[in-house]
């Protein structure tokens, strides 16, 4: 009887949730196709941010800030990557514009929202792919922009970080813009939990199911210092990506 109705209670946070996002998905998806583009860049990355933080909301997830958010200017944020809700706890903070694999441009509804805000998409089968994006992270930067890198390439369950990629660390780098660790942690009731996390083969909406129709979901949000080249470093793209990491996984292992 306790199962069931544990369901029961589980079925009904669900489905009140998804409606609630869905309603906030198609108002996104309104506002993108009428007066968002008619907008300056800083005042659609304040909507784009304010977005962010509601849908959080609407999926019962509370988000913990902690070291120095970069507040203006342009710079690359890195973090390690566990779930779909990472892109709009980061956005919530400061508007970000992802690097994103081409694949997220074909989610149902999401890819066009995502295509919507100006996210980068990369090509991974085509050879030209970085230097397409680096000449579009270049664009974002003289903009002003944020632009946020999941250097691991996929998800993992948020208790380690993946190798890095290093390979569009060298546009920040060329910029001369500041490259800004993030470690991302997700708790449950207060306890580290990868009930969050997104991987393998997983469903959008079975990871969602997981999600939303639960309770005392929350992600610690840890800004670290910025990283710089170092002078007399052989090969500064690889250097900085390692030393990235070292800073993110210190911290998403505590």
């Known amino acids: 009887m306790r199962a069931w109705f544990r369901f029961i209670v589980h079925l009904l946070r669900f489905s009140l949730r998804f409606l609630l996002v869905t309603l906030w998905v198609i108002f996104g998806l309104i506002v993108l196709a009428t007066v968002f583009r008619r907008f300056e860049v800083a005042r659609r990355?304040?909507?784009?941010s304010w977005w962010s933080r509601w849908l959080l909301?609407?999926?019962?997830?509370?988000v913990y800030i902690s070291g120095r958010p970069p507040v203006d200017g342009p710079a690359l944020l890195i973090a390690n990557h566990v779930s779909w809700l990472d892109i709009y706890a980061l956005s919530s903070v400061r508007c970000t514009i992802f690097v994103g694999k081409r694949e997220?441009?074909?989610?149902?509804?999401?890819?066009?929202?995502?295509?919507?805000?100006?996210?980068?998409?990369?090509?991974?089968?085509?050879?030209?792919?970085?230097?397409?994006?680096?000449?579009?992270?270049?664009?974002?930067?003289?903009?002003?922009?944020?632009?946020?890198?999941?250097?691991e390439g996929t998800t993992s369950d948020g208790l380690d970080v993946l190798p890095f990629h290093a390979g569009l660390f060298e546009p920040a780098r060329r910029a001369g813009v500041p490259v800004q660790p993030v470690a991302l942690r997700y708790l449950h009731h207060g306890e580290r939990s990868t009930l969050p996390a997104y991987v393998g083969d997983e469903s959008l909406l079975g990871n969602a199911w997981r999600v939303l129709g639960t309770t005392g979901v929350a992600v610690q949000v840890v800004y670290l210092p910025a990283v710089v080249p170092e002078a007399g470093d052989d090969d500064?793209?690889?250097?900085?990506?390692?030393?990235?990491?070292?800073?993110?996984?210190?911290?998403?292992?505590?």
């Open 104 to 151: 997220l441009r074909d989610w149902p509804v999401l890819g066009w929202l995502i295509a919507g805000v100006g996210t980068v998409f990369i090509d991974r089968g085509s050879r030209r792919a970085v230097h397409y994006v680096a000449q579009a992270m270049r664009e974002r930067f003289d903009r002003g922009q944020l632009i946020g890198l999941f250097p």
């Open 57 to 62: 909301r609407w999926c019962g997830i509370r």
């Open 236 to 254: 500064h793209r690889h250097a900085m990506a390692a030393r990235v990491r070292e800073a993110i996984q210190r911290e998403v292992r505590l």
């Open 45 to 48: 990355d304040r909507i784009n």
